[in-house]
């Protein structure tokens, strides 16, 4: 299983899953990353975190640990 986190700088991925519950699950889902939602990883803050995303015509940053729940393709 690939999830968000692994993704690198410049690639491409597809949203298949989410994993969490709660408050976390919704919020992602509220961001725009619903299953089939495909995104572009534009850069990594130099500490690794967060990472800033390309999705659906807008830009979003998202935490690491947020990251580890959306499984991508």
């Known amino acids: 299983m690939k999830t968000l986190k692994d993704v ?23 961001m725009g990353l619903t299953p089939g939602a495909e995104l572009l ?4 803050a130099p500490l690794g975190d967060p990472m800033e995303l390309s999705v ?8 690491k640990a947020d990251a580890e729940f959306i499984e991508v393709e």
Do not use: F, N, P, Q
């Open 8 to 30: 690198k700088v410049g690639e491409t991925a597809t949203v298949v899953r989410l994993h969490g519950e709660g408050a976390t699950r919704r919020r992602i889902l509220d």
């Open 41 to 44: 990883v534009r850069k990594v």
């Open 56 to 63: 659906r015509g807008y830009e979003l940053s998202v935490r």
